[in-house]
């Protein structure tokens, strides 16, 4: 079956990065675009961008654009987001997700997501 | 403050049905973009409920069903169970702004 599977959960210092891993299979990686999305603590869900497997092309939400880095290693199907100078703020669990493309109405949907990863900046 | 706007929760008893709203703009569902529904279960991960605006997803009983019309969708529980408590959440694609999926702030749904 489909599945994106994420690394541990990780305590930081503010200032410092972090890198999450999300290693994609049940299908081939480099027809669907992997995106990230976060949750603080008792909040929402919030979108940080995405990465196309096939080309390596990312595009950021403006929020995080300067601090976040979306790669790829296709050798072993795996998807990775970095976040440098973490903020307190920055503590949620990061979720990598697939997009699926289609029409305007059935495009840019999230299925499946991993399990999510939690970072804590501490 | 999210794009998309949606009530922080909304409650029925076994049984009944409930309808969660998910307002827009003319950017995203007003531009024709498909909205997408998703489930969270405490202490879970998200999962595809609807897509499509009313496609429901693999697996995903026939009591939940999804609308939308302009700049608004909705997601339906009829026959409210208690397995259905969880938040919700609405998403679609915003050609307007640099962060270009745009999701709903999440409803609560309890059931009492």
């Known amino acids: 079956q489909v599945q994106l599977v994420q690394s541990g959960g990780e305590v930081k210092e503010p200032g410092a990065s972090v890198k999450v891993s999300c290693k994609a299979s049940g299908y081939t990686f480099s027809t669907s675009d992997i995106n990230w999305v976060r949750q603080a603590p008792g909040q929402g869900l919030e979108w940080m961008g995405w990465?196309?497997?096939?080309?390596?092309?990312?595009g950021y939400a403006e929020k995080f654009r300067g601090r976040v880095t979306m790669t790829r290693d296709t050798s072993t199907n795996t998807a990775y987001m970095e976040l440098t100078r973490l903020r307190f703020d920055d503590t949620a669990v990061y979720y990598c997700?697939?997009?699926?493309?289609?029409?305007?109405?059935?495009?840019?949907?999230?299925?499946?997501w991993g399990q999510g990863t939690l970072v804590s900046v501490s | 403050q999210s794009v998309l706007t949606q009530p922080p929760s909304v409650s029925g008893a076994p049984g009944q049905s409930v309808t969660i709203s998910c307002t827009g703009s003319s950017s995203n569902l007003g531009a024709g973009y498909g909205v997408h529904w998703y489930q969270q279960l405490p202490g879970a991960a998200p999962k595809l409920l609807i897509y499509g605006n009313n496609i429901r997803a693999s697996g995903v009983p026939d009591r939940f069903s999804g609308s939308k019309s302009g700049n608004s969708a909705s997601l339906a529980i009829s026959g409210l169970q208690a397995e259905d408590e969880a938040d919700y959440y609405c998403?679609?694609?915003?050609?307007?702004?640099?962060?270009?999926?745009?999701f709903g702030g999440g409803t609560k749904v309890t059931v009492l």
């Open positions: 997700v697939r997009g699926l493309s289609g029409s305007l109405v059935l495009g840019n949907r999230f299925d499946p």
């Open positions: 998403q679609a694609y915003d050609y307007m702004l640099n962060g270009r999926q745009v």
């Open positions: 990465m196309n497997p096939k080309s390596g092309n990312t």
